[in-house]
Structure formats: structure tokens, C-alpha cells
């Protein structure tokens, strides 16, 4: 592999056409260059230059090394420019998150694009498990889990709490347990965790969410709550997935008596130093949250 280094004196020198004044261009001694240029020929096995007394011409392997050498190093200085530079308001983000919340957030983060055009927000839904590794493997910049990571690699920083709700047909305005058991389970990757711990706390007749006769299930965020829509039972959600579903008129929110919710962690990977910009998405979700 050529030195980008010694290939840039090179090409430096061939611009130029004097070793005195191309040492003065890149702050070296003459002698500096000419070992630099020496170090290269014997790099390559193969002269570059013709040396006549204070002059030089360049050989035929030194002419195609300065036409072709010279895009080397304009990429080579290109891409440190590219990996220096920091800007908070341009990039790429890559979140992911689980589906309730993401239904609320990605809306908000197209909004940021809107704002800093520069910006690419790469936003998916997943469950826990997939985003910690994801976060990990450094497939994702950020993740928000609601349970804190057991990986040494994945850092979690508590930012917010989701309530779980109960969720049936409009018509239904008062729960009580047997009507539960009259009416079915809706469910859903997440709906017999969410639905043992909601109604463990509200229902001391509650023991395992298999008392309940399931009458559908969905794995599509915002398709969970249809069958509920149409009566065939009752759902368990985070509260952002229950107000984004779009018939809100045709369902009913419950707030049980008992409060459960939800911690919110923002995760990333322990060891990648924090980019401009990926804290600047940080600290806007983080008030995103607090605010909804």
C-alpha cells in the first residue's frame, strides 16, 4: 500500500517542480522531501524522478503515479475532512425503538428533519431484545428500551415513563372482572407481559393471562387495536400506541385504579464517543418526553 504521506510530497513536488520551495509549502527540510521521495521509489521498486542538478524530470512510472496519485490523496484529505467535521444538524440517526413509543417519536423526529433538511432520521420498531443488540453490534446510534440492559456494552439512561392502559370498545365505559372474562383478550409480541403486569396490580382474581379466551392477535403496532374497535375483546397497551390508534372514537381508554408504568431508557453503546449530533437528538427526545 502506497504511504499517503510520501505520495503526497510527491505529488507536491511535481506541482511545484522544486524541492525548496515545496518543502517550504508542506513546513519540511529539502533533505526531508528528498527522503520522503526516496522512501517512495524504493516502496514502489521503480525511480520517479531524473535528476538534473537542482532540476528533476519525472520518469514515465513517476508521471503516472502523479496523474493518478493525485485523486488519492484529494479522497485522502476529502475523508478527513468528512470524519472531522461534527455537525450537530447534519448526518445520519439511526433509532430504534418499540412500536408504542416510536408511533409517538417518529413523527417528532421528521419534524427535526424538516427543520435541518441535512439531517436523515432512520427510524425502526422493534422489540427490547432486538434493539439491545442492534445497539451492541453498533447497527443503531440510539435505542429506547423499557427495560434496562443487562450488556456490558449498552449504557441506559432512564428518560420518561409510558403508562399501561386498558383498551376496549367504545360502548364499554366501567371494568370489572367478569366482564373481562366475558369479553376475550386482544393480543399482541408484548401483550401477555404488559397484560400480567397491568391487571396483577388492579385484579386480585388475576393469575396468568391464559385465564382470559384470546379472540385475536396482531403483531402490527397500529393494527392491535381493530379487532378491539370492532368488540371482539379487550387490549393492553402502552398509552402512546392506545392514543395513536386512529379510530380513538370507536375505543375506550381505561386508567385503572392502581397506576402501572412503564420505564423509558434511552440506550447506546458504552464505548462510541457521542457524535454533535446524535446528542442533539438525545437531548430533543429526552424533552419530547417530559413534555408528552
Same mark, same amino acid.
Not at 531524473?50 to 532540476?55: A, H, P
Not at 493525485?70 to 444538524?89: H, I, K, P, W, Y
Not at 381508554?253 to 420505564?263: K, P
Given at each position: 500500500?502506497?504511504?499517503?504521506?510520501?505520495?503526497?510530497?510527491?505529488?507536491? =513536488?511535481?506541482?511545484?517542480?522544486?524541492?525548496?520551495?515545496?518543502?517550504?509549502?508542506?513546513?519540511?527540510?529539502?533533505?526531508?522531501?528528498?527522503?520522503?521521495?526516496?522512501?517512495?521509489?524504493?516502496?514502489?521498486?521503480?525511480? =520517479?524522478?531524473?535528476?538534473?542538478?537542482?532540476?528533476?524530470?519525472?520518469? !514515465?512510472?513517476? *508521471?503516472?503515479?502523479?496523474?493518478?496519485?493525485?485523486?488519492?490523496?484529494?479522497?485522502?484529505?476529502?475523508?478527513?475532512?468528512?470524519?472531522?467535521?461534527? !455537525?450537530?444538524?447534519?448526518?445520519?440517526?439511526?433509532?430504534?425503538?418499540?412500536?408504542?413509543?416510536?408511533?409517538?417519536?417518529?413523527?417528532?423526529?421528521?419534524?427535526?428533519?424538516?427543520?435541518?433538511?441535512?439531517?436523515?432520521?432512520?427510524?425502526?420498531?422493534?422489540?427490547?431484545?432486538?434493539?439491545?443488540?442492534? &445497539?451492541? *453490534?453498533?447497527?443503531? !446510534?440510539?435505542?429506547i428500551m423499557t427495560q434496562p440492559s443487562?450488556?456490558?456494552?449498552?449504557?441506559?439512561?432512564?428518560?420518561?415513563?409510558?403508562?399501561? &392502559?386498558?383498551? $376496549?370498545?367504545?360502548?364499554?365505559?366501567?371494568?370489572?372482572?367478569?366482564? =373481562?372474562?366475558?369479553?376475550?383478550?386482544?393480543?399482541?409480541?408484548?401483550?401477555?407481559?404488559?397484560?400480567?403486569? =397491568?391487571?396483577?396490580?388492579?385484579?386480585?382474581?388475576?393469575?396468568?393471562?391464559?385465564?382470559?379466551?384470546?379472540?385475536?392477535?396482531?403483531?402490527?403496532?397500529?393494527?392491535?387495536?381493530?379487532?378491539?374497535?370492532?368488540?371482539?375483546?379487550?387490549?393492553? *397497551?402502552p398509552m402512546y400506541a392506545a392514543k395513536?390508534?386512529?379510530?380513538?372514537?370507536?375505543?375506550?381508554?381505561?386508567?385503572?385504579? &392502581?397506576?402501572?408504568?412503564?420505564?423509558?431508557?434511552?440506550?447506546?453503546? $458504552?464505548?462510541?464517543?457521542?457524535?454533535?449530533?446524535?446528542?442533539?437528538?438525545?437531548?430533543?427526545?429526552?424533552?419530547?418526553?417530559?413534555?408528552?
Amino acid at each position: 500500500m502506497i504511504n499517503i504521506i510520501w505520495l503526497k510530497t510527491f505529488c507536491t =513536488l511535481a506541482d511545484i517542480g522544486h524541492f525548496t520551495r515545496t518543502a517550504e509549502i508542506l513546513f519540511m527540510t529539502q533533505s526531508g522531501v528528498s527522503q520522503q521521495i526516496k522512501k517512495l521509489e524504493q516502496q514502489l521498486s521503480t525511480p =520517479l524522478l531524473i535528476r538534473e542538478g537542482k532540476s528533476f524530470i519525472l520518469t !514515465d512510472a513517476g *508521471l503516472q503515479l502523479y496523474q493518478e496519485g493525485q485523486s488519492l490523496v484529494t479522497a485522502n484529505e476529502r475523508l478527513g475532512q468528512q470524519l472531522r467535521q461534527d !455537525d450537530a444538524f447534519e448526518g445520519r440517526i439511526r433509532l430504534s425503538t418499540p412500536g408504542s413509543i416510536g408511533l409517538n417519536l417518529y413523527p417528532f423526529l421528521l419534524d427535526l428533519q424538516q427543520q435541518h433538511p441535512q439531517l436523515i432520521m432512520t427510524h425502526a420498531f422493534a422489540p427490547n431484545k432486538s434493539i439491545e443488540r442492534d &445497539v451492541r *453490534l453498533r447497527h443503531v !446510534d440510539l435505542g429506547i428500551m423499557t427495560q434496562p440492559s443487562s450488556c456490558d456494552d449498552v449504557l441506559c439512561e432512564a428518560i420518561g415513563q409510558e403508562a399501561l &392502559v386498558l383498551v $376496549t370498545h367504545s360502548s364499554i365505559q366501567k371494568i370489572d372482572w367478569d366482564l =373481562l372474562l366475558q369479553l376475550g383478550f386482544i393480543s399482541h409480541p408484548d401483550g401477555n407481559h404488559h397484560c400480567n403486569t =397491568l391487571l396483577s396490580r388492579n385484579f386480585p382474581q388475576f393469575e396468568h393471562v391464559s385465564q382470559f379466551t384470546e379472540k385475536g392477535f396482531s403483531n402490527q403496532i397500529s393494527l392491535i387495536l381493530e379487532p378491539v374497535s370492532r368488540g371482539f375483546g379487550f387490549s393492553v *397497551l402502552p398509552m402512546y400506541a392506545a392514543k395513536a390508534f386512529a379510530a380513538q372514537h370507536k375505543i375506550c381508554i381505561h386508567i385503572l385504579s &392502581v397506576a402501572v408504568n412503564e420505564t423509558l431508557y434511552l440506550c447506546r453503546h $458504552t464505548q462510541v464517543s457521542q457524535s454533535q449530533r446524535i446528542k442533539f437528538i438525545s437531548e430533543r427526545i429526552k424533552r419530547f418526553l417530559a413534555i408528552n
